[in-house]
């Protein structure tokens, strides 16, 4: 039977793209149903005292996230993480950094109605965006940020790891990193960074 495992990601977070392709490069090689929500790092930053060119970001941020949510209510679920790989694909494997070209040219891909596009500007689906961010994070608290999994009742946020473990590896963090988070009381595993994300 599948283990079932639910990932929330914000489209902007580079570690979190790292962290979904090495999830489902897990699913095949254990047996894992993968299922994509949506959260947000401009929700999870609001209210906060934050650097300017942070807050800039983060403004800019609230588009792929709302067409994201808008294309899960108009057309199921099943759409996310296609339209999620698209829009990682372009912008931090190609380097595409302007992100309504990202909406507009992963809608394509995904053959997806352009017009899902102005959801990027609109807060209509916001509501529903804040539901989707606190499903995801409220189990594992607001001191963390994206990516979070969630396995039946575990819920944690990572792991950050560069680049993206492949066959057999991506099997064995995947075993690693759930029985750690099984144990009560567990919060935290943690090394220097030394290096930036690696998308290849």
């Keep these: 039977m599948s283990q079932h495992v639910d ?4 489209p902007v977070c580079p570690w979190a793209w790292i962290t979904s392709r090495w999830l489902l490069e897990a699913a095949n090689v254990r047996d894992l149903e993968v299922d994509f929500h949506v959260m947000s790092l401009a929700v ?5 005292d934050l650097p300017d060119e942070y807050r800039d970001f983060l403004l800019h941020a609230w588009g ?3 067409v994201l949510v808008a294309a899960e209510h108009q057309h199921g679920s099943a759409v996310v993480e296609p339209l999620y790989s698209a ?3 372009l912008h931090h494997v190609n380097g595409v950094s302007d992100l309504d070209r990202v909406i507009l040219e992963a809608l394509k891909v995904t053959e ?5 596009a102005s959801a990027a500007r609109s807060n ?4 529903l965006l804040r539901a989707s961010h606190h499903r995801g994070m409220d189990p594992v608290g607001t001191d963390v940020g994206t990516p979070v999994i969630h396995v039946g009742d575990i819920a944690f946020f ?3 790891v560069t680049p993206a473990p492949r066959g057999e590896d ?3 963090l995947f075993d690693g990193v759930l029985a750690v988070a099984s144990i009560p009381g567990f919060y935290e595993i943690k090394r220097s960074r030394i290096e930036g994300p690696t998308f290849t």
């Design 7 to 10: 990932l929330w990601v914000d």
């Design 44 to 48: 999870l930053n609001d209210g906060r």
């Design 64 to 66: 792929p996230v709302r």
């Design 87 to 89: 829009m990682g694909t």
């Design 112 to 116: 997806l109605p352009i017009g899902l």
């Design 124 to 127: 209509e689906f916001d509501t």
């Design 158 to 160: 990572g792991p950050v």
């Design 170 to 172: 991506a099997g064995r």
